[in-house]
Structure formats: structure tokens, C-alpha cells
């Protein structure tokens, strides 16, 4: 039986530009829940932009950080929702952790769209000088890092609020399959 707490949380994982701090935002509106991103926690705990993170610490630093965070929101017990960095999922301790606390719904986007999201983004230390070249190299990278998520949806012809709703109907009908 899964555990009454996967219902108190909701977590969108996707590749960076896919939209979930957007998403994120309105389903949590939509349950009258509170929101978070784990890269702005992060920063928050950190004390310095992610960009700076990986300039003086490193990229692995900065995974230890994430995963810190994404631990500790995990384990709150007030219901949230959750969206996280883009590279999240690459660590095999995040993904089990977020199935067994969490509902977890991947967003998805076309490289195009993606591309066409984050190119002017200075915030992204993956995609400096190439943005185009590092999306695609990423994405090629990542190829299946988000399919253990449930619930797959696709965001490029979708609004915000049209993603928000499929993410949170996933939700409602997976705590009462849960439920029953």
C-alpha cells in the first residue's frame, strides 16, 4: 500500500525549459497547496546563484546541494509541489526518493521549443557560449532520465494553465487508484 504521504506531494521533473517552475506554480493553485523550485532553495541555502555554484564549487557540488534540498522538501509534511532542476533525475538516489515520497510527472518539450525557451537564459551554466549545441548534446545525454515518472506530459503545444490541469487530474486520479 502506498503511503498517505505520496499524497501531500507532487514533483515535475523535465529537462530544463520544459516549464516546470511555470507548471509548478498553477497546479499548486489549483490544490491550494504551496510551491517550490529546488534550484531557488538551493541558492536560498547556499547563499550564491547556481551559475556562481558551478563557476567556484563545481557541477558535483551542486548535485550534493540538490539532492540536500530535494531530501529535506520531500520529508516536510506539508503538501507541496515541487519542481525541480533539470538534472535532478540524474542521480538513482533522487528518483527513488521522489517515487516513494512523491507523485511524479515529467514535463516535455520538443528541442526546438526548448531551444527557442532558454536561449537568452544566462542563468543556465550548461548552456554557455552554444545554447542550441549543449540543448541538443544534453538532451541526447538524458535520453530516458525522465521516463520513471508516471505521468508523461508533453508541453509544446500546451499553455501553462492546460499543463497544469493534465498534471493535476494525473494526480487526483492516481490518489484514488491509491486509495481504493
Known amino acids: 500500500m502506498i503511503s498517505e504521504e505520496i499524497h501531500r506531494k507532487i ?3 523535465g529537462f530544463m525549459g520544459t516549464g516546470k517552475s511555470t507548471v ?3 497546479v499548486a493553485d489549483r490544490l491550494g497547496w504551496k510551491c517550490t523550485d529546488s534550484d531557488s532553495e ?3 541555502e547556499e547563499g550564491c546563484t547556481i551559475a556562481k555554484l558551478f563557476e567556484t564549487r563545481g557541477e558535483e557540488y551542486f548535485r550534493d546541494a540538490e539532492t540536500r534540498v530535494l531530501t529535506r522538501l520531500l520529508q516536510s509534511g506539508e503538501p507541496l509541489v515541487i519542481a525541480t532542476g533539470g538534472g535532478a533525475v540524474l542521480r538513482e538516489v533522487n528518483r527513488r526518493f521522489m517515487l516513494e515520497r512523491s507523485y ?3 514535463l516535455q518539450a520538443s528541442e526546438a521549443v526548448i531551444v527557442e525557451r532558454v536561449r537568452y537564459d544566462k542563468g543556465r551554466p550548461l548552456l554557455a557560449d552554444d545554447p542550441a ?3 541538443r548534446e544534453l538532451m541526447l545525454k538524458r535520453q530516458g532520465a525522465y ?3 508516471p505521468l508523461q506530459v508533453m508541453t509544446d503545444s500546451l499553455t501553462p494553465d492546460e499543463a497544469a490541469e493534465a498534471v493535476a487530474e494525473g ?3 492516481a490518489s484514488r487508484l491509491y486509495r481504493a
Open 11 to 13: 514533483v515535475l521533473v
Open 24 to 26: 509548478a506554480a498553477k
Open 42 to 44: 538551493v541558492v536560498a
Open 104 to 106: 511524479v510527472a515529467a
Open 133 to 135: 549545441g549543449k540543448v
Open 147 to 149: 521516463d520513471f515518472a
Open 171 to 173: 494526480y487526483r486520479l
